[in-house]
C-alpha cells in the first residue's frame, strides 16, 4: 500500500481539508496520510493564527497519519521554494504520492505550465524580462510571459495562473520534474468558496475562517470547522494561546529596521535593487506596522512579498545563507505528531529517510549543540528562533516563553 503526502498550512483544519483526506483516502486507499506543514510562520509571511502544536492535533484528529513540520526556510517563501522544501521531505520520510487541491482538477493543463517552466525557452525569458520592465511583480510577469508563449490570453488561462492552488500546485509539478523526483502527482478540483472568498458557509476559505477569528465571531465558526478543530480552537483562544496577529511584532520590526545599517540591509534575502533605502526610509516615516507596510509595498512587491522580507530582516536571513539551505535541501525530518497508523509507518520513515527524525526536544538541543558547524544546525536554529519569536505574539503573557521546541512532546493523537 501506498504513502500519500500533502502539503499544508493548516491554518487553522477546515471541511476543505477534511474533504480533501476523505478523498484522498476514498480514491487512493493509501496505507497512511503523510502531512507537511508549516510551523510558526506561514508562506504569506504572517504568523499562523494559532501554534504548530495545536495545529498537529487538528490534522490528526481530521484523519491525517503523520505531521511533519517544514522548516522556516522553506515555509515562509514563494510557492516554488515552499513546494521544493515540502516535497523533498516527503520524498524523504517515503511518500509514493504528492496530492492536493486544485480550482482545476485536472493535472493536463498545469502539467503543460510545468513543463515550460522547466525547460525555459529563450522567448519565454525575453517575455518576462519585458515584463519584469514594466514594473510587474515577479508572479505577474511570469504569468504574462507564459501566455505570451503559448498564445493564449483568454480569460480561462488568466483565471488559471490566478488561482492560488493552481499556483501552488504548477510548482509541485515544476519541482518534480525539475528536480526529478519519485512523487506521482494526484490533484483534486477544490470544493467550496474560493481562496480569498470571506464568505462563512458549510465550505469557507481559511482566510473567512481567520477573518471571523480576528473579529472575535467565534460564533459563525461551526458551520466552517469540523468539531474537533473547532473545539481544539476554543481551547487555544479561552487558554490565551490565540489567536496571534502580525501586528504583534510591530515594535520589533520598526525597531529593527531603524537600528540596522543599509549596507546589512543589503545583505538581507531578496532586498536588492535599493529596496534597502526605501525600508530605511519607511521604517522612519511609519508609526505603525500598517503603515510601514504599506509604505514599502508597490506594483511590484505585493503585501506578502513585503511581509516575507520583513521577516527576513527580522531574523536576518541572508542571500548567502538562503543559497545555502536551498542547495542542502531540508536537512532532518522533524515530528510533531502521529496517529495510531502514522506510529506503525514512523520506523519506516527512520529506517528509510537517510535524515535524523526530531521527536524530542533533548534530539533537538543536541543537533545544536552540536560543535561541528553544519548546513542542518543551522537550519534547525532558525526553526527555534521562529518559534521562539511567535511565542511572543500569544494573547496572554503566560504563554510567551521562549524554548517551546525544548519541551513541548510530539502529538500522540487520533480522531476525537
Known amino acids: 500500500m501506498s504513502l500519500v503526502g500533502i502539503v499544508a498550512e493548516f491554518n487553522p483544519f477546515h471541511n476543505g481539508h477534511r474533504w480533501l483526506v476523505n ?4 480514491r487512493l486507499q493509501p496505507e497512511a496520510v503523510v502531512c507537511v506543514m508549516s510551523g510558526p510562520f506561514v508562506q504569506r509571511g504572517e504568523p499562523a493564527i494559532c501554534d504548530k502544536w495545536s495545529r498537529t492535533r487538528m490534522a490528526l484528529a481530521g484523519g491525517v497519519d503523520l505531521v511533519l513540520e517544514l522548516p522556516f526556510c522553506f515555509a515562509a517563501r514563494s ?8 516535497l523533498l521531505t516527503l520524498q524523504k520520510a517515503g511518500a509514493d504520492y ?3 487541491g486544485s480550482e482545476t482538477g485536472d493535472l493536463t493543463p498545469l502539467s503543460e505550465i510545468a513543463r515550460l517552466l522547466t525547460h525555459e ?3 519565454f525569458q525575453q517575455e518576462l524580462k519585458s515584463s519584469l520592465a514594466k514594473g510587474l511583480s515577479y508572479p505577474a510577469a511570469r504569468a504574462d510571459a507564459i501566455k505570451a508563449v503559448i498564445g493564449d490570453n483568454s480569460p480561462e488561462i488568466t483565471q488559471l495562473l490566478s488561482s492560488p492552488n493552481n499556483i501552488l500546485g504548477i510548482e509541485y509539478l515544476h519541482v518534480i520534474r525539475k528536480l526529478g523526483l519519485n512523487l506521482k502527482p494526484f490533484t483534486i478540483a477544490r470544493r467550496g468558496a ?7 458557509n458549510e465550505l469557507a476559505s481559511a482566510t473567512a475562517i481567520r477573518q471571523a477569528i480576528y473579529q472575535g465571531r467565534i460564533d459563525r465558526l461551526p458551520c466552517g470547522l469540523p468539531e474537533s478543530s473547532l473545539h481544539i480552537l476554543q481551547e487555544e483562544i479561552s487558554s490565551g494561546r490565540a489567536p496571534t496577529l502580525l501586528d504583534g511584532l510591530e515594535s520589533a520590526l520598526l525597531s529593527q529596521l531603524r537600528l540596522v545599517s543599509a549596507e546589512s540591509l543589503q545583505g538581507i534575502y531578496e532586498i536588492s535593487e535599493g529596496l534597502e533605502n526605501r525600508f530605511l526610509l519607511a521604517a522612519q516615516q511609519s508609526g505603525t506596522l500598517a503603515a510601514l507596510r504599506g509604505t514599502i509595498k508597490s506594483k511590484r512587491y505585493n503585501l506578502t ?11 536576518s536571513v541572508s542571500k548567502s545563507q538562503m543559497a545555502r539551505f536551498d542547495k542542502a535541501g531540508p536537512q532532518y525530518i522533524r515530528l ?11 520506523q519506516k520513515v527512520k529506517i528509510n529517510s537517510g535524515l535524523p527524525v526530531l521527536s524530542t526536544g533533548s534530539q533537538v538541543a543536541a543537533v545544536l549543540k552540536n560543535p561541528v558547524e553544519n548546513i542542518g544546525r543551522e537550519m534547525l536554529a532558525l526553526d527555534v528562533k521562529a518559534s521562539d519569536i511567535f511565542s511572543l505574539l500569544s494573547p496572554h503573557p503566560l504563554h510567551r516563553q521562549g524554548g517551546q521546541d525544548y519541551y513541548r512532546q510530539v502529538v ?5
Open 23 to 26: 478523498e484522498i483516502r476514498h
Open 79 to 86: 510557492a516554488y521554494y515552499f513546494a521544493q522544501g515540502a
Open 98 to 100: 504528492v496530492a492536493f
Open 121 to 123: 525557452t529563450a522567448a
Open 194 to 200: 474560493g481562496y480569498h472568498d470571506s464568505e462563512m
Open 305 to 315: 512579498r513585503v511581509n516575507r522580507m520583513l521577516l527576513y530582516s527580522l531574523f
Open 336 to 346: 510533531l505528531g502521529f496517529s495510531s497508523q502514522g506510529r506503525k509507518i514512523l
Open 412 to 416: 500522540e493523537s487520533g480522531p476525537l
